[in-house]
Structure formats: structure tokens, C-alpha cells
């Protein structure tokens, strides 16, 4: 009902924006595109047996050009990225037989997972370094040592690492062609809920670029929960460490009286 709505009311917005005219004696002045997004939902429950899932997120622009529009000179890309927390990665190396950890590299505040979809290849839409510059794309997240002291020859190597876990993983994702126009203004993107995405506040973000240059952005926050019995013991782990711990013993107290019950020779 509420996704219904928002479109609704996206389509009212545009002739507003369409119907603007200029009359005699007005001063000019260049009008800025806009860009809204929205969700059917701002919060989703998944349980044990969730196995992964696509979330679609409308959006619409405002005070576009038509004729840039026509030529398809307008792109979106729209981003699911994850809670944000540091993240380690260890490199094993083979010692007498044995292998073992022996240099690591931690990333401060790092996303959790990290799903992108874009009307086109992103290195169609923008250059590298403007892609740097905004930190969009899996290759240009900001990936900062914690502490990190040497002459950065092997950060680059850390850095693939990560993203190579990341994304085997299925942590990390991308679309390029995720984003779909569904009308001259309005547009569709898909975007992949990994089958282990992370509890907590996510942010959806759309960004608009016209001609390959960064127009705005938009962004709203969208929470993820875990329900049923395994989350809930989880939580209790969390917020009750005292009392899980003890009803954990009391657990184990109770199952091996019981198997020495059932197991036991008169």
C-alpha cells in the first residue's frame, strides 16, 4: 500500500516540474535535477530459512531535460550498503608444513555487505576517479588501514583481498544493468539481499549523474532484522550474557543427568 502511494504521488510531481514556463519580464536561472526514491517497506524480517532476495526500490527525477533525457545522458545508480564495522583480513603462508597466520591488515569501517545496481557499467557512466572521489563501486570503496605503518607495498594486495572475500562470499554484488527507466522520469532498481546479510540499519543511496557528471544523491535507511528461535538465542547471548550463560549451564547439567538416566545399567 505504501509503495502504491509513493508512485502515485511520483507522478503527480512530474508535470509540475513539466509545466513550468517562462514568462516575459522573469529572471533565468538553471533549475537543478532532483531525485527521490522510495521501498515498500522500511524494515525487513528474515528467518533462519531465508535464502537470499531481491529488493526493488522506485525512484523519479524532477526538472530534467528532456532532451538529455531522450539520448539517454541521464544514469542511476543505486546502492544497499551495510552496517559499517572494521573489518580483518589474515594471509596464511606455509611454515614447516603447517599453515598459519602471519601478517594481517584491518580496515576501519568497512561495509558489511554492499549490493549495486546502475543503469549501465559504472565505468560507462563515470571515470574512475570521480568514482574514487564518491566512494561508489566495489573497486572504490574507501578501504583505510587501522594503524597501518610501512611503505604500502602490500596494501593494494590486502585491499583485493577483502574485496575477493567480500564478494565470493556473497557479501559484495553488483548489477550493471539493475536500474531500469520504467518511464521518461520514473525508474525501477533491483537490488540482491545476500542469504547472510548482516542484522542492523542499512542505507539505500541513489546517486544521478547527467553526461558522465555527479548530480546529486539521495539516501534512506532501511533495517534488517533476524527473527526466530536462533536469533533470539543470539540476542539473549548479547543483551544477557549472565543468565544465558547460566541457563546454558543449567542446559548442560540437565542433558548429561538425562543421558546418564537413559544409559545407565542396573
Not at 522506485?58 to 526538472?63: I, Q, V
Not at 545522458?73 to 597466520?101: C, H, M, S
Amino acid at each position: 500500500m505504501r509503495l502504491a502511494v509513493f508512485v502515485i504521488a511520483l507522478f503527480c510531481l512530474l508535470p509540475a516540474s513539466a509545466g513550468a514556463q517562462w514568462l516575459p519580464g522573469q529572471a533565468t536561472e538553471a533549475v537543478r535535477e532532483g531525485l527521490e526514491i522510495g521501498t515498500s517497506t522500511s524494515e525487513i524480517a528474515i528467518t533462519s530459512d531465508f535464502h537470499g532476495a531481491d529488493l526493488t526500490i522506485f525512484g523519479a527525477l524532477s526538472n530534467t531535460d528532456q532532451l538529455l533525457l531522450a539520448v539517454g545522458q541521464y544514469d542511476v545508480v543505486v546502492v544497499l550498503e551495510g552496517p559499517r564495522e572494521d573489518a580483518t583480513v589474515r594471509k596464511k603462508e606455509r611454515v614447516f608444513g603447517i599453515w598459519v597466520n602471519t601478517r594481517s591488515m584491518t580496515f576501519e569501517a568497512v561495509p558489511h555487505s554492499y549490493s549495486m545496481s546502475s543503469s549501465r557499467m559504472i565505468d560507462d557512466i563515470v571515470t574512475p576517479l570521480d568514482l574514487t572521489d564518491q566512494g561508489i563501486g566495489i573497486d572504490h570503496i574507501p578501504l583505510t588501514p587501522v594503524g597501518f605503518v610501512g611503505d604500502g607495498s602490500n596494501l593494494g594486495e590486502f585491499r583485493d583481498a577483502f574485496r575477493r572475500l567480500q564478494q565470493g562470499g556473497g557479501l559484495y554484488d553488483r548489477n550493471p544493468s539493475g536500474v531500469r527507466f520504467v518511464s521518461s522520469n520514473l525508474f525501477k532498481a533491483s537490488l540482491r539481499l545476500p542469504a547472510n546479510i548482516p542484522n542492523g540499519v542499512h542505507s539505500v543511496r541513489a546517486y544521478l549523474f547527467k553526461s558522465g557528471l555527479f548530480v546529486t544523491e539521495k539516501s534512506l535507511p532501511l533495517r534488517v532484522i533476524k527473527t526466530g528461535i536462533e536469533q533470539t538465542i543470539t540476542d539473549a547471548a548479547h543483551d544477557q550474557p549472565i543468565l544465558y550463560g547460566c541457563a546454558a549451564v543449567l542446559l548442560a547439567v540437565i542433558t548429561g543427568w538425562g543421558a546418564s538416566l537413559i544409559f545407565r545399567k542396573d
